[in-house]
């Protein structure tokens, strides 16, 4: 299955609370011109229509050309080729979550929207869409461009339509922490039909879905967790590391709890050295030697070079304390029940 391209750079969690776009000063108007001259303008004439599964025949394995044969909308036969992998995949999309599903959810009888271009060798299916519901989006679109002040907008469709996000319209899984819409990334938009005479069209959305792989829901789902253990449980304050206990040593940052360094790491059996010069901390165990660096970071030493990795150390009652995420990276396994934060590496 092909992989949804994520933007580039950092990927930031949207509020889970109202709309957080990217905005930019211009309005569309003004972006419309330079935001067409930067899309490549496709030279196939693309083709979305709602069509009956008839029958799905499979190559030999997933890297050969797999086909589709489904009835029209005037009832013609229509035969559609794809690819399960590669660098021309299409996208299988379950049309009530935008998530990312399994070609073996395509039955004989199903009703599905496709989207597919006339090439010479035949019909080449882009993306197909599964469980419609009752009002079935309008397509598969790639964010173009953005733009807004009060609400977002979005360029897609090749530089042919700007679409308005009022707050609201965005849905995704609640329960997890979400990525940001961001250029390149592929949404299930629903509106009504645009008016014929405006260049760009602009059309209001009453729906949009962010197409995410199972991949991509897990790690919203651990990102999930980690947040409610480290940012959203402040009630945490005792220590249990390895079976001991060490009462009203955790203290929190910025939301992030933070352990006191050489209690937690020599009761996980690491050795500690403190060099006052350096103002550094020297940890070891089973090969791994990390120096970590008071108002500094931590660093791996390793072939006898330093590699920056992870924190900013601080200093609380005379004893350098780290985030607790850190003795995690070293291989610990970290939970929370109620007030007391257990640490344990074996």
Not at 224 to 253: C, F, S, W
Request: hydrophobic fraction near 40%.
């Amino acid at each position: 299955m092909k992989k949804i391209k994520i933007a580039c750079g950092t990927l930031l969690l949207a509020a889970l609370l109202g709309w957080n776009c990217p905005v930019w000063a211009a309005e569309p108007a003004a972006l419309a011109a330079e935001a067409q001259q930067n899309v490549v303008v496709q030279t196939e004439q693309r083709i979305t229509m709602e069509v009956l599964i008839k029958q799905v025949g499979s190559g030999a394995d997933k890297t050969e050309e797999h086909y589709i044969l489904a009835n029209g909308q005037n009832g013609e036969e229509l035969r559609l080729n794809f690819m399960e992998e590669g660098e021309n995949a299409a996208l299988l999309v379950d049309a009530q979550t935008g998530i990312l599903t399994d070609w073996l959810n395509v039955q004989p009888g199903s009703r599905v929207m496709v989207n597919y271009s006339q090439q010479p060798n035949g019909n080449q299916l882009h993306y197909l869409l599964l469980n419609l519901g009752e009002e079935p989006p309008a397509g598969l679109f790639t964010v173009e461009d953005m733009a807004g002040l009060l609400e977002s907008r979005i360029l897609v469709d090749n530089g042919r339509l700007w679409v308005s996000l009022p707050k609201g319209v965005w849905q995704y899984p609640k329960e997890y922490n979400v990525l940001s819409l961001g250029v390149g990334h592929q949404v299930l938009l629903w509106y009504d039909e645009p008016e014929a005479s405006q260049q760009p069209a602009q059309v209001v959305a009453v729906k949009m879905l962010h197409i995410y792989s199972p991949q991509e829901i897990e790690e919203m789902r651990q990102d999930k967790i980690r947040a409610d253990m480290y940012y959203n449980n402040r009630q945490t304050r005792h220590l249990l590391v390895n079976g001991e206990r060490l009462p009203d040593v955790v203290r929190y940052v910025h939301g992030e709890p933070y352990l006191p360094l050489r209690q937690t790491a020599e009761k996980l059996g690491f050795d500690v050295e403190w060099q006052e010069t350096e103002r550094a901390a020297y940890i070891s165990r089973n090969g791994l030697r990390a120096k970590v660096v008071l108002y500094d970071g931590v660093y791996w030493l390793a072939n006898g070079r330093e590699q920056s990795y992870y924190g900013l150390p601080r200093e609380y009652d005379n004893e350098i304390c780290v985030p607790a995420e850190l003795f995690e990276i070293f291989g610990a396994d970290i939970a929370v029940d109620g007030q007391t934060m257990i640490v344990e590496l074996k």
